[in-house]
């Protein structure tokens, strides 16, 4: 099973908004309402932040959004803060033989 | 609160194993599944497997067959990672983290440890 494609970095200054992509197949991405994202400060463990495509965690902020469209899922970031300066991951749900794929990451930068 | 609390930092040689705990507070043990996930330094996020807290039984994802094992301990609420015949292309982070997809729980990776760094080297 091969990694979900992410771009390596992306960028915005505070107040903003931000979309990480996050594309798979019609075997991940594509078939499953169970794309996830995480954001992982460095030296710490990932955070979850959205599940499910578009749900958020209790204490999530709302300015973190997923959606999904066929094979691609988003994660929205909005009013961007120093504090989101982080790297984000999402996964997918690949079926009973393969379980669960990530991406291989984005660097967000808070300009 | 709910938490994973893993066992500490190791150090080993090529050729040796190496068994990381992950103990499980604050929830049912076996009402979620126990995944391993494994971070190399600068690298990202690369899934392992699945242990069925409730059987036991192990799925291991591509290319994590053969020297990984994990297993459980239900009475004391721990799960275990162990690698043997370790490489240096072992040394990473590994992470446990919990998920209720099988369990009528939410479907993600909700609550993760500290993680254990592992490192092999002669």
């Known amino acids: 099973q091969s990694a979900l494609t992410q771009p390596a970095s992306v960028s915005g200054s505070p107040g903003q908004s931000i979309t990480i992509s996050c594309t798979g197949t019609?075997?991940?991405?594509?078939?499953?309402?169970?794309v996830s994202w995480y954001q992982q400060h460095p030296g710490k463990a990932p955070k979850l932040m959205i599940y499910?495509?578009?749900k958020r965690p209790s204490g999530v902020s709302n300015r973190f959004s997923g959606s999904k469209s066929g094979n691609t899922a988003s994660l929205t970031i909005s009013g961007l803060q120093a504090e989101d300066e982080a790297d984000y991951y999402c996964c997918s749900y690949a079926g009973s033989s393969s379980n669960w794929v990530f991406g291989g990451g984005t660097k967000l930068t808070v300009l | 609160q709910v938490q994973l609390v893993q066992s500490g930092s190791e150090l080993k040689k090529p050729g040796a194993s190496v068994k990381v705990s992950c103990k499980a507070s604050?929830?049912?043990?076996?009402?979620?599944?126990m995944n391993w996930v494994r971070q190399a330094p600068g690298q990202g996020l690369e899934w392992m497997g699945w242990?069925?807290?409730?059987?036991?039984?192990?799925t291991y994802a591509q290319g994590f067959t053969g020297r990984f094992v994990f297993s459980l301990d239900t009475s004391v609420s721990t799960a275990y990672l162990q690698i043997s015949s370790l490489k240096a292309e072992d040394t990473a982070v590994y992470y446990c983290?919990?998920?209720?997809?099988?369990?009528?729980?939410?479907?993600?990776?909700?609550?993760w440890g500290q993680g254990t760094m592992v490192t092999v080297s002669s």
């Open positions: 983290a919990r998920d209720g997809l099988w369990f009528g729980e939410l479907s993600a990776f909700d609550i």
């Open positions: 499910e495509g578009s």
């Open positions: 019609s075997s991940d991405v594509g078939s499953y309402n169970l």
């Open positions: 604050g929830y049912t043990f076996t009402s979620y599944a």
């Open positions: 242990i069925n807290t409730n059987t036991g039984n192990p």
